[in-house]
């Protein structure tokens, strides 16, 4: 008797951890609603699972169901969510759920099942971290709003950054990208690196390189050419083709792509024996049908030309109204 209370005792436990764990995650994904549902989700099908050595103190019992149907995002590629290192602390369950090691940012992968795709909470360094301009001894710079202009929403500061190393650098976001692809192009041997990517984004590029298989397009890939760049990085230096003050790049919400399929640059989408603005209109109509299907995900889509130090690519961002530019 008494080992059976115990036995429904910890299953409760669990169960509340998994409700927590679906209600954090949707909560920083923004549905507080669904939340509600994933929980009953969850809890109808606890399935049991082996965590990584990462996350041993992760009980994944009730990750795979939520993962699956809601975590996944949109384009159901997504396989890695952001946590707010504040809500982290706020909520002594997700404490419960990392362990002592979620006063650490960091990356936290769990096995949802054998054979089966991990998935990575991503806990951030809040934007408070950064001082002078920098964290550790990676440069950063300062938002417009840092700089006394009075913005807010999408062009106020991030909530945080996701602490980049070597060893992690590799971490699956989605089917298609990892968190290295997003990194601004400097200070090539600093680590950590520092990156500031919104789960949306990649969302929608996962979305779009669906639409150009769905029509038909042989699309592998696309190659994020810039991702997140740093205020610093965006006034200074380097190639940042499209480069204003309030440029998205720098808040994590923009990247500039092209189909690649091995050529090191644009693939021949329309097969007609050369790589130019028109294959790049092909992408940028994928992101339009994409945008049209999911108003959510609404942004800037612009089409560049090639030149010497790059071919035809096209920006997509989801900074939350639609703008277009570089159409014929
Ligand atoms: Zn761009």
Redesign the pocket.
């Known amino acids: 008797m008494k080992q059976h209370d115990t036995t429904r005792a910890r299953a409760a436990r669990r169960m509340t951890r998994g409700r927590a764990l679906a209600a954090l995650a949707l909560a920083g994904a923004g549905g507080a609603a669904l939340a509600a549902t994933m929980a009953e989700r969850a809890e109808a099908r606890p399935i049991p699972v082996a965590s990584t050595a990462a996350a041993a103190s992760v009980d994944a019992a009730v990750v795979p169901a939520v993962v699956q149907d809601t975590l996944g995002g949109r384009s159901g590629k997504l396989r890695a969510r952001f946590v707010s290192l504040e809500r982290t602390v706020t909520f002594p369950f997700l404490r419960r759920l990392l362990g002592d090691s979620s006063a650490r940012p960091g990356v936290y992968t769990v096995q949802p099942a054998e054979g089966a795709r991990p998935f990575s909470f991503i806990s951030l360094v809040p934007f408070g971290e950064k001082r002078d301009g920098r964290i550790g001894r990676y440069r950063i710079g300062f938002w417009p709003a840092e700089l006394g202009k009075s913005l807010r929403g999408k062009y106020g500061n991030p909530q945080g950054f996701i602490e980049v190393t070597p060893d992690n650098k590799d971490t699956r976001v989605s089917e298609h990208f990892k968190l290295a692809d997003f990194l601004t192009h400097d200070q090539v041997r600093v680590w950590p690196k520092y990156l500031v990517l919104d789960e949306a984004l990649v969302d929608k590029l996962e979305l779009v390189l669906q639409d150009l298989r769905a029509r038909g397009y042989d699309a592998k890939r696309l190659h994020v050419m810039?991702g997140f760049r740093t205020p610093q990085y965006n006034a200074n230096g380097g190639e940042t083709?499209?480069r204003a003050d309030l440029s998205r790049?720098q808040y994590g919400d923009?990247a500039?792509v092209w189909v690649e399929n091995g050529a090191g640059r644009m693939a021949d989408l329309n097969r007609d024996g050369r790589v130019d603005t028109r294959d790049a209109a092909i992408l940028a109509e994928a992101a339009d049908r994409v945008e049209r299907a999911h108003p959510e995900l609404a942004g800037g889509v612009?089409i560049y030309r090639a030149n010497r130090a790059h071919g035809p690519f096209v920006?997509i961002d989801v900074r939350g109204s639609r703008a277009r530019w570089g159409h014929a």
């Open positions: 810039s083709a499209g790049h923009a500039d612009g920006h």
